[in-house]
Nanobody, 123 residues
Framework: QVQLVESGGGLVQPGGSLRLSCAAS????????MGWYRQAPGKQRELVAV????????DYADSVKGRFTISIDHVLNTVYLQMNSLKPEDTAVYYC????????????????WGQGTQVTVSS
């Protein structure tokens, strides 16, 4: 059984910073990639940032480039999202995503989602 546990959301003023964390636990053989998505009220879920651990490549939404940074601690199987210069339009529920291989099925990549954490940017 795999769990993704997120933390770090909250209320912040425009221009402020937050750091989100998402820890993956369970019967994990390898992490192929981890990332963050967000969904604002009335909008579709969108990619914020993802990192492919096999290639080391990173992809960001244009709206967050230069302000957000994704990183992964491979020992802790934890992905972080450092969010700086936050704007009201960054307000959303942020979801962690992980592409994992489990010991029970090492040849298969399985996709998991966290429960979501609310980020509100408002004065």
């Amino acid at each position: 059984q795999v769990q993704l546990v997120e933390s770090g959301g909250g209320l912040v003023q425009p221009g402020g910073s937050l750091r989100l964390s998402c820890a993956a636990s369970g019967n994990i053989f390898r992490v192929d990639g981890m990332g963050w998505y967000r969904q604002a009220p009335g909008k579709q879920r969108e990619l914020v940032a993802v990192r492919d651990t096999s290639t080391g490549s990173t992809d960001y939404a244009d709206s967050v480039k230069g302000r957000f940074t994704i990183s992964i601690d491979h020992v802790l199987n934890t992905v972080y999202l450092q969010m700086n210069s936050l704007k009201p339009e960054d307000t959303a529920v942020y979801y962690c995503n992980a592409d994992l291989r489990l010991y029970s099925s090492m040849r298969t990549v399985q996709h998991y989602w966290g429960q979501g954490t609310q980020v509100t940017v408002s004065s």
